[in-house]
């Protein structure tokens, strides 16, 4: 009785709603995709010169899911009990930059894999945060990740960055999370296509 009863405290305590339904086995979960930054086609002028294969990105094993992670503290994870994304959270990000580096016409083919037996450019990445941080009553969406530009023919590395985006959210609640990551998926997309083309040789400011 005493462990049941600390169960239900420690439930209704988690970040979100609908944490009780997490007592009655497998719940319920509302499902959510992220925008890329647009859909518009972007014309660069320099005519289609290379084919770009987004990589699956990694993630250590508690990012490696499609539950949608919110941590109290630094030193513990959680997740939305009532939400998951549509993919894993590795997935979610390669199908984001997939279509982010899709609307420019700088690029023959952009995708999960190569058209023929290999590419032109290979994008290599490593997602370190992909969460909500609690802070006082909100919530901070923090998204960080590494990223490698890597030229297909010879292996060699044209351009490393580090990204970071991160959003504002009023609240904890599963309805005010969601938009906050969808703003900080946009931003991180943003950057990673601009550091991307420059990275081929295509100034992104010359693109309408």
Not at 113 to 128: M, Q, R, V
Not at 158 to 165: C, K, L
Request: glycine content about 8%; charged content about 20%.
């Amino acid at each position: 009785m005493r462990l049941a009863a600390a169960l239900l405290v420690l439930t209704l305590t988690l970040p979100g709603c609908a944490a009780l339904r997490a007592l009655e086995g497998e719940p319920d979960r509302d499902v959510f995709e992220l925008r890329p930054p647009s859909d518009v086609p972007q014309s660069c002028g320099r005519g289609r010169l290379a084919e770009l294969v987004i990589e699956p990105p990694k993630a250590r094993g508690t990012l490696d899911t499609d539950r949608i992670m919110i941590r109290p503290n630094q030193l513990q994870t959680q997740y939305l009990p009532d939400a998951r994304w549509g993919d894993t959270v590795p997935v979610t990000l390669q199908t984001l930059l997939v279509r982010g580096f899709a609307v420019y016409d700088a690029f023959t083919h952009v995708g999960r894999a190569p058209l023929g037996a290999a590419g032109d450019y290979a994008l290599i990445s490593e997602i370190n945060d992909f969460n909500a941080e609690v802070a006082g009553q909100g919530a901070i969406i923090k998204l960080t990740v590494d990223a490698q530009m890597v030229r297909e023919m010879d292996a060699r590395v044209v351009s490393r960055g580090h990204f970071t985006a991160t959003a504002q959210a009023a609240t904890t609640k599963t309805a005010d999370l969601i938009p906050a990551f969808d703003a900080a998926g946009q931003q991180l997309v943003a950057q990673m296509t601009d550091w991307g083309l420059n990275a081929v040789g295509v100034n992104p400011a010359r693109c309408r």
